[in-house]
């Protein structure tokens, strides 16, 4: 959540990288573009949506990594066949929690901190850049028309976010991507929908482009190992099996990408040891970037969300976990099955009323106005109001979505839109609707950000040691194994050797212990919007 969260944000879903599996085909050597130069047509396309994308996702990053990702995507744009590679290409480091990195025609390559946070040599970098200017070199989004217009792109996501509405205004299928596609997966998917033969062709291109810039190709492997496991750790994490994103389903099985780039980086007469290499200059590099949320874009912390620029706090049932986006938080059973939710706000200018009218409104596939009778509510003191109408899924389920408006300051209003069955209002999400409270501006300024630390580990060090000065209360051992790309079966560390840690800024890693955070009290009216 990038400064407020817009009055009705949309969605994001930190929803791990899962993929359909796929027959392994055998790995070649690539049959390298020639010369060519990106389009004038690509250009423009790419710089209209250009600031757009640096918006949806967080906005460039500030650190110094930024510079890092800009010169090791040059030196393999230089490989590309592309001219003017200098300055055809626009390499950027997203201020994102999400491990991902896309491409868009005209030249723009992105990656997220989250992804480079993965990483531990510059070779992999390069793979990762290397991959998407591959999209860019082969035409992939020339050849699947997917792009002709920002317009068409975000009218698309619109559609697949909101849902598909009935006649008349009335709701239809809201809800039904609600949690399981994130603005970033489904910007990306409308933008970079790409078939499993063109991912592989990616890849092969990505390592082609690194072993001519003078990186190990081997980095390739290494680098999808990490992000399968980073995968899998996230999952797990969160407890639950959620729906493979749509872009995702384009993606081949990560296993078949590791072996298929390790048999192609093998051919390669520049490949160098096994790939598995710590880099501890790169690492350094890293040393102080942000890692996880942003308490500017608010903070996860167990079943709590806090968001310090407006001082509030939300408690999410168990049995539900949270994504927290760009303009939104969503909510989500951690089983697959309940209700589902949307946090989304900031500055309003009109009444309560108003805003539950604008938001029926906008879930409408024409913008018509929905007939409604808000319901006045306090909660914890703020005042606030509710409406709910009834709607049906594809498969003729009926649903309720209701929408609670919250003044949680003058000028400034947040709601929560709640999906559940037919006839339950806000259901077992009701508890987290009365939990929204105001903090202090000390909970607020005490709110930290977690970054990257660099250390040496001692003698006698191991993973579990190193592990318990990471900032977090759970899974610490797994989180810090697939931060430096340790297999499983680790447990001592090489005395003097570098590691990456997650540790609370501010805070020496030697000193790092994890905080634990109570869950909001108080008090509130809501219980179940009434439908009438």
């Known amino acids: 959540m990038a400064g407020e969260r817009g009055e009705f944000g949309r969605m994001i879903g930190r929803v791990g990288l899962a993929f359909a599996c796929v027959m392994l085909t055998a790995a070649t050597p690539p049959v390298l573009p020639g010369p060519q130069s990106i389009s004038e047509a690509d250009k423009a396309v790419g710089a209209q949506a250009h600031p757009d994308m640096l918006e949806e996702f967080g906005g460039p990053y500030r650190g110094s990594q930024s510079d890092l990702v800009r010169q090791v995507g040059l030196k393999v744009a230089a490989q590309t066949g592309i001219a003017n590679s200098g300055t055809a290409f626009t390499f950027t480091l997203l201020d994102s929690p999400v491990e991902n990195a896309f491409a868009i025609p005209g030249g723009y390559v992105y990656t997220t901190r989250a992804l480079l946070a993965l990483m531990n040599n510059e070779d992999e970098l390069a793979f990762v850049l290397g991959h998407e200017a591959g999209h860019i070199a082969a035409h992939h989004a020339d050849k699947r028309n997917k792009v002709t217009q920002r317009s068409a792109v975000l009218g698309a996501l619109g559609q697949a976010v909101l849902g598909q509405v009935l006649g008349n205004g009335a709701i239809g299928q809201f809800g039904q991507q609600l949690g399981q596609a994130g603005i970033n997966r489904l910007m990306v998917g409308h933008v970079m929908a790409f078939s499993r033969g063109e991912e592989f062709e990616a890849d092969d291109l990505g390592i082609a482009f690194m072993q001519k810039a003078g990186y190990d190709p081997l980095a390739s492997s290494t680098m999808l190992s990490s992000l399968a496991a980073q995968t899998a750790l996230d999952s797990q994490v969160r407890g639950d099996a959620r729906t493979t994103p749509r872009w995702a389903m384009s993606h081949p099985d990560p296993a078949a990408r590791v072996t298929r780039s390790l048999e192609l980086a093998r051919s390669m007469a520049a490949a160098r040891g096994e790939g598995r290499r710590v880099d501890e200059a790169f690492l350094l590099k890293l040393k102080g970037m942000l890692y996880g949320d942003d308490p500017k874009q608010g903070v996860l912390d167990g ?145 930290r950000a977690r970054i990257i630390d660099v250390v040496s580990a001692k003698a006698g060090d191991t993973v579990q040691s190193m592990a318990a000065r990471m900032a977090y209360s759970d899974m610490a051992e797994q989180r810090f194994r697939v931060l430096n790309a340790l297999p499983a079966q680790t447990t001592a560390l090489k005395a003097g050797a570098r590691y990456k840690l997650v540790v609370w800024s501010g805070a020496a890693a030697s000193a790092v212990k994890p905080a634990t955070a109570k869950a909001g009290s108080g008090t509130a009216s809501v219980t179940k919007a009434k439908k009438r």
């Open 303 to 447: 079943q709590n969300f806090i968001y310090p620029p407006d001082q509030l706090r939300f408690t999410v049932p168990d049995g539900y976990g949270m994504a927290n986006g760009a303009t939104a938080v969503t909510i989500t059973p951690k089983s697959g099955q309940g209700g589902e939710a949307e946090f989304s706000g900031g500055a309003f200018a009109g009444s309560l009323d108003d805003y539950l009218s604008r938001a029926f409104t906008a879930l409408t596939k024409d913008k018509t106005a929905v007939s409604i009778k808000p319901t006045s509510l306090t909660i914890n003191t703020m005042p606030a109001a509710a409406a709910s109408a009834g709607a049906k899924g594809s498969d003729g389920t009926g649903f309720d979505v209701t929408i609670v408006a919250v003044q949680v300051a003058p000028g400034k209003v947040y709601g929560f839109t709640v999906k559940q069955p037919q006839g339950q209002g806000l259901g077992d999400l009701a508890p987290m609707v009365n939990s929204l409270r105001r903090i202090s501006a000390a909970e607020a300024s005490a709110t």
